[in-house]
């Protein structure tokens, strides 16, 4: 896999993110104008995370107990407004597509170290699926395979074969589901086939 690839996929994960971001902006700004009181609210949990951090770093247990209980309360009173509103818990927080990797990409690890997120991946994963020709699995398999394209005429001057092409075909056809029903088996040979590009 390219770096560009990565690369165009990280700058759409930058762009679904600043989306989510810039929508829950809209959103937030309607809601305040709406009710006022969220507003407070939030400013109020904002200003107590600050300050409790701050008390953790001075170890002081006594005042951070006190504000826990205050956002807790505001967390509750906030929950109940939007549920009056019947707005979901999460209303002000961004929708961003993946909440894993929150349109990142990646995901933290042990605390310290970034990998790829799944959605990531399985869109890497898609992206080899489709150069690779496979997403045409459904119309072109064994079920769909058609003999009769093929001559079933036999000369060894022309076609460089005893058989007819027909024939031919069919025994790759017949070896090729031999292999594939054997896959699992440590007695099978690999397939190799070799000729010139688009050549059947």
């Known amino acids: 896999m390219s770096n560009e690839v990565l690369n165009s996929l990280l700058k759409e994960y930058d762009q679904k993110k600043l989306r989510a971001e810039l929508d829950l902006e809209k ?10 009181k969220l507003k407070k609210i939030e400013d109020d949990l904002n200003l107590f995370a600050i300050t409790t951090a701050k008390n953790i770093l001075k170890t002081n247990t006594s005042s951070i107990d006190v504000l ?15 549920n009056e509103l019947n707005l979901p818990t999460d209303y002000l927080q961004p929708f961003y ?10 995901i933290m690890v042990n605390s310290y170290k970034k990998e790829l997120c799944n959605c990531l991946k399985q869109k ?7 150069k690779s020709n496979l ?5 072109q398999n064994f079920d769909t395979f058609n003999e ?3 001559s079933d005429e036999v000369d060894l ?7 007819s092409p027909r024939k031919n075909i069919t ?7 031999k292999f594939v029903k054997n896959f699992d088996s440590i007695n099978q040979k690999n397939l190799l086939f070799t000729g010139n590009t688009g050549l059947r």
Do not use: H, W
């Open 27 to 36: 959103r937030k700004e309607n809601l305040y104008n709406q009710v006022p």
């Open 135 to 139: 997403s045409n699995l459904n119309t």
């Open 171 to 177: 025994n790759i056809k017949n070896s090729c589901m």
């Open 97 to 106: 597509t993946c909440k894993i990797c929150q349109d990142t990409g990646y």
């Open 68 to 82: 826990l209980k205050k956002v807790t309360s505001l967390k509750k009173e906030k929950a109940k407004i939007l």
């Open 124 to 130: 890497l994963l898609n992206y080899s699926f489709n």
């Open 148 to 150: 009769s394209i093929f």
């Open 157 to 163: 001057s022309k076609y460089k074969f005893n058989i």
